[in-house]
T-cell receptor, first 115, second 114 residues
Framework: ETGVTQSPTHLIKTRGQQVTLRCSSQ?????VSWYQQALGQGPQFIFQ???????GRGNFPPRFSGLQFPNYSSELNVNALELDDSALYLC??????????????FGEGSRLTVL | AQSVTQLDSQVPVFEEAPVELRCNYS??????LFWYVQYPNQGLQLLLK??????LVKGINGFEAEFNKSQTSFHLRKPSVHISDTAEYFC????????????FGTGTRLQVFP
């Protein structure tokens, strides 16, 4: 039990729709990172939020956006959904110094299916 | 850019047998190395990490890994596996020139048979 909770656990959307995924980080952690894990692939970095600001971004288009709130919880928003967006979306909370040293605590993920 | 290669997508093994899961990365310049495990329907959990010092690192559940700079490898080993070790294992690297993320390999599915 990492203390990182994600919601919803599963959801189904259709192409063109928008989705919001939520993450509650572990107590005391100020950094949230989001990863996309497509079927049969490793997690790919989407972006990271530190103190409510985007602190780094992977190779994902602008229709992937996020927020971090004062309590350090976070949202991932995806607009204009495409079939290839179907994946498990993982949230990881940490201290900012813990990212490079692998001290990431992952939630169980939100599995998105786009039809 | 850094990349991580896990050549074995699946490794079947019998219980109590030894196992090695292979991992190679693209550059040995300023990196930290990790192995994560993902049990079914769960998030990733850190097994072990190499930051500096001894090249042989020990992790949870009896796993160990060896950092080999000349071969840019970080293979994971366990001398005797249990059924409960059945899971997906991911090798990952942190590039110290770009510290906001981990770069993961594609994973190795370890299947332990009785």
């Amino acid at each position: 039990e990492t203390g990182v909770t994600q919601s919803p656990t599963h959801l189904i959307k259709t192409r063109g729709q928008q989705v919001t995924l939520r993450c509650s980080s572990q107590s005391g952690h100020n950094t949230v990172s989001w990863y996309q894990q497509a079927l049969g692939q490793g997690p790919q970095f989407i972006f990271q939020y530190y103190r409510e600001e985007e602190n780094g971004r992977g190779n994902f288009p602008p229709r992937f956006s996020g927020l971090q709130f004062p309590n350090y919880s976070s949202e991932l928003n995806v607009n204009a959904l495409e079939l290839d967006d179907s994946a498990l979306y993982l949230c990881a909370s940490s201290l900012i110094a813990g990212v490079s040293t692998g001290e990431l605590f992952f939630g169980e993920g939100s599995r998105l299916t786009v039809l | 850019a850094q990349s991580v290669t896990q050549l074995d997508s699946q490794v079947p093994v019998f219980e109590e047998a030894p196992v090695e899961l292979r991992c190679n990365y693209s550059s040995s310049v300023s990196v930290y190395l990790f192995w994560y495990v993902q049990y079914p329907n769960q998030g990733l959990q850190l097994l072990l990490k190499y930051l500096s010092g001894s090249t042989l690192v020990k992790g949870i559940n009896g796993f160990e890994a060896e950092f080999n700079k000349s071969q840019t490898s970080f293979h994971l080993r366990k001398p005797s596996v249990h059924i409960s070790d059945t899971a997906e294992y991911f090798c990952a690297v942190s590039d110290l020139r770009d510290t906001d993320k981990l770069i993961f390999g594609t994973g190795t599915r370890l299947q332990v048979f009785p």
